[in-house]
């Protein structure tokens, strides 16, 4: 890149960042698609305009909210957010739809469920492919964090798409994780990863207004008594379980009194600065296994030798620990 394309370039992340910071809706989206985009050009711009936002980014408290689909997600997130911005906050949603394995695309319809805050100026909502990455979060929901934080949002909501135990990434860069559970234990507590229950700062369970008040209460009592059987992953929390229900908007007030304690406690015994660190550490390890991995794909040698390998173990006719063996080779690593 010539002299004067590295000006240009600096200029344009100078005057994006700039535009971020003044709370510019337009401004804030375009820099969500730069930070998205996979052209090598673009992720020179972003990591650019990432390093100025930084200073300005951390005061946002992060949520993450996980359920099997179904479970009303959306829906309690708009309530929520809606009570929010009533308040007096700035919500930002990053809502992560499930992309097609066979083509990569998505929906991306979460602003279609979200009528309310969809058009609160107090709100942005970003729905995000998943484009297949594990965790149910899209591959740069961290980098899109910071960006809402320094476009002025302090409360931000990671919507993840419900896939399970690899749900649990989203732990990994939020400062609360929020399970969401229907009425009606049974055969779903049975279904509950393991992984899910170790991580969770609370389990709601949702639709739990007229009717389905008996049933939930009844699920809320086996929430509970599964959680006690674990082993808490902090000295100054342990995980309750309420009832609300997203579509009445009841129990949301005490949910949201509970998480403000959460970051109370946690914050006062240190331990809330603490999981920031080790994120913001595990996010560096993230980025350094996917940029080895692309740098891989990439390589010349590796790509006219692949296919090769790759039929050779399909067909039995090697062993995939000595084709892994020849492809590190290529890479001299």
């Known amino acids: ?19 971020v910071l003044s ?14 985009s996979r052209r090598s ?48 906050h700035r919500v930002a949603v990053l809502a992560v739809d499930p992309s097609s394995s066979r083509t990569g695309g998505s929906i991306l319809g979460d602003k ?17 492919p998943s484009s297949g990455t594990l965790g149910g979060v899209a591959a740069r929901t961290r980098e899109t964090m910071l960006v809402c934080e320094a476009a002025g949002y302090d409360v931000v909501l990671v919507e993840t798409v419900g896939i399970g135990q690899s749900e649990t990434v989203v732990a990994d860069m939020t400062d609360f994780f929020l399970v969401l559970m229907l009425p009606g234990a049974g055969d779903e507590l049975q279904g509950i990863k393991k992984g899910v229950l170790e ?10 207004d007229g009717a389905n008040r008996t049933r939930a ?24 379980v309420v009832l609300v229900s997203g579509l009445a908007n009841e129990g949301l007030d005490d949910l949201w009194s509970r998480i403000e304690d959460h970051r109370r406690k946690t914050t006062k ?20 296994e996917e940029r ?15 296919p090769a390998l790759e039929n050779a173990v399909a067909e039995g006719e090697l062993a995939p620990t000595l084709a892994v063996e020849e492809i590190a080779a290529l890479l001299h690593v």
């Open 1 to 19: 890149m010539t002299q004067a394309a590295l000006r240009a370039q600096d200029r344009s992340a100078s005057d994006l960042a700039n535009r």
């Open 23 to 36: 709370g510019d809706r337009a401004s804030l989206a375009r820099a969500i698609t730069l930070i998205e």
């Open 41 to 88: 050009d673009h992720r020179a711009q972003a990591a650019d305009l990432l390093q100025r936002l930084l200073p300005h980014t951390g005061a946002a408290f992060r949520i993450g909210v996980t359920g099997v689909p179904g479970v009303g997600k959306s829906t309690t997130i708009d309530t929520l957010g809606s009570n929010l911005t009533a308040a007096g």
């Open 112 to 128: 279609t469920r979200m009528a309310r805050l969809a058009t609160d100026r107090n709100a942005f909502i970003r729905p995000s």
């Open 199 to 208: 991580i969770a700062d609370m389990i709601a369970v949702n639709k739990s």
């Open 217 to 240: 209460e009844a699920a809320a009592a086996e929430y509970l008594a599964a959680l006690h059987i674990l082993q808490p992953s902090s000295s100054v929390w342990k995980p309750p």
């Open 269 to 288: 015994a240190g331990e809330f600065d603490a999981r920031r660190r080790a994120q913001q550490v595990k996010w560096m390890w993230s980025m350094l």
């Open 292 to 306: 080895l991995l692309s740098r891989l794909r990439a390589d010349p040698a590796v790509r006219k030798r692949l």
